[in-house]
């Protein structure tokens, strides 16, 4: 009979491992699961314009050698759909730009990116390759890990967060609890006056970084039944990303 308990834990406990690092977002060694460099705590979004891409446009290559046609296709749906929605320009790097160029490639796992914002310098993006539709192929995953190059945080981690949303720390593995901690005043943070957004696509889904398969993140008010949705940029996302690059209409 002990034998047989133990079984059971060591099958549920494997099941709940698995889960969490099937998500290509939510990886182990990456600040918040999708950020190589632990970066600058802004609490949403990036307000200091030294961060924000030069004359709001990015330099970027796709890595020629590391998608099919189908899925390159995908990354420039995900380009197109923000240019759409903003004055924000993705614009193929010259030979002479690659050194501050964003560089979009398939050689990691997960899907993540180096930095937050604009660095004066070579940034990258890893999309592990998926089916369209699954993993760092969902639109919303790519949509994701463009704005962090734009300069987003996840929107857990914005400071008012704790009047949107419960962090459950019982039911989060310890090693991950920096993860969620948002206790950093001593940098700018900024919602560009929008608010708290469930919806966001910058958003951890409700069971991120569980270690029993409960949630760990609850919502405290109506409207989140698409909390952690990676589908589509939210209004509010659009409306912050005019406003912090300072889109016409927007000043």
């Not at 790097?93 to 993540?112: H, R, W």
């Not at 998926?130 to 969902?138: A, D, Y």
């Not at 857990?156 to 459950?168: G, L, P, W």
């Not at 696509?201 to 993140?217: C, D, L, R």
Request: aromatic residues 12%.
């Amino acid at each position: 009979m002990f034998s047989r308990t133990l079984a059971v834990i060591f099958l549920f406990a494997s099941t709940v491992l698995s889960e969490l690092f099937n998500d290509p977002e939510l990886l182990e060694g990456f600040y918040q699961g999708d950020i190589k460099a632990h970066p600058i705590r802004t609490r949403n979004g990036m307000v200091n314009k030294i961060y924000h891409w030069p004359n709001q446009t990015v330099q970027y290559i796709i890595d020629k050698n590391a998608f099919a046609g189908s899925h390159h296709r995908e990354i420039l749906r995900a380009i197109s759909i923000i240019e759409a929605k903003s004055c924000v320009i993705f614009k193929p790097a010259t030979e002479t730009e690659l050194t501050k160029a964003l560089v979009i490639t398939s050689k990691g796992k997960g899907c993540n990116s180096v930095y937050l914002g604009y660095r004066n310098k070579q940034h990258v993006v890893n999309l592990q390759i998926f089916p369209l539709g699954e993993g760092c192929f969902r639109i919303g995953s790519i949509i994701h890990e463009l704005l962090h190059v734009l300069g987003f945080e996840h929107q857990h981690v914005a400071q008012n967060r704790d009047k949107y949303v419960s962090i459950q720390w019982k039911n989060i593995d310890p090693q991950y609890n920096i993860n969620f901690v948002n206790n950093d005043n001593s940098t700018g943070w900024h919602d560009f006056d929008e608010g708290y957004d469930y919806e966001s696509v910058m958003h951890y889904v409700p069971k991120a970084f569980s270690k029993n398969g409960e949630p760990t993140i609850v919502p405290l008010k109506d409207g989140a039944a698409n909390m952690g949705q990676r589908l589509y940029i939210s209004e509010k996302d659009i409306r912050k990303l005019n406003k912090m690059y300072r889109c016409p209409g927007y000043v």
